[in-house]
């Protein structure tokens, strides 16, 4: 079954506390992304990379890294995560550059203390 | 500024009635997407429209494009208590050093009562 995988899907953790969501997907799709969606703000695309090693800023990439060492994942990582992180993170991916269906992961409901 | 503007922002009907929904852009586009959002769950495409296109029809769901205005509208017809979810428009930039950047409106609520 095609589909965008995101673990964990759920977390709590505390300011400063580095951590990790993982995405992957299993279409071997070139695109992948990121998004972080907050009440009253919609999605807004933290990161982006349209290949393997290739990987772009989106609209609200501060506090963010990310990398692309291989095709089906692209981590998310925060360094030393704020209060002002807590939302809830999509990760997605889609064909390039046909640009069609972006295929949502579940998401990952993070909470900051 | 943040492009993929949707218009109502909530959006109230009955069952059975049609419900219209409208997005606004600003830069040149790829093309434009509609997704769907239950309530904290992930998105679901709905339907995509390339900028050469100017309607696509897919089920009870019919959009279409206006590139001069830099517009697009989604419209669902015959409306069920299941439709109710947030909707979603968002359009990948044509080209220059924003290529390959999705950016998503903020939604629009719609609600279908019974």
């Known amino acids: 079954e095609a589909q965008v995988t995101q673990n964990p899907r759920y977390l709590i953790t505390v300011t400063g506390k580095k951590l990790t969501v993982t995405c992957s997907q299993n279409m071997n799709h070139e695109y992948m992304s990121w998004y972080r969606q907050d009440p009253g703000l919609g999605l807004r695309q933290i990161y982006y990379?349209?290949?393997?090693?290739?990987?772009d800023k989106g609209d609200v990439p501060e506090g963010y890294k990310v990398s692309r060492k291989e095709k089906r994942n692209f981590p998310l990582i925060l360094e030393s995560p704020s209060p002002n992180q807590t939302s809830l993170y999509f990760c997605?991916?889609?064909?390039?550059?046909?640009?069609?269906?972006?295929?949502f992961g579940p998401g990952t409901r993070l909470t900051v203390l | 500024s943040q492009q993929g503007e949707e218009d109502p922002q909530a959006l109230s009907i009955q069952e059975g009635e049609n419900a219209t929904m409208n997005c606004s852009y600003k830069?040149?586009?790829?093309?434009l997407q509609w997704y769907r959002q239950n309530s904290g769950r992930g998105l679901v495409h709905l339907i995509l429209i390339r900028s050469n296109e100017r309607e696509k029809h897919s089920g009870r769901l019919r959009v279409t494009l206006d590139t001069s205005k830099k517009s697009s509208s989604l419209l669902i017809t015959a409306s069920r208590a299941a439709d109710t979810a947030s909707y979603f428009c968002a359009t990948t930039n044509a080209g220059g050093t924003s290529y390959g950047k999705l950016t998503f409106g903020q939604g629009t609520i719609l609600t279908v009562h019974p």
């Open positions: 990379s349209m290949n393997v090693e290739v990987t």
């Open positions: 997605a991916s889609t064909t390039f550059p046909l640009w069609d269906t972006q295929y």
């Open positions: 830069t040149s586009i790829n093309n």
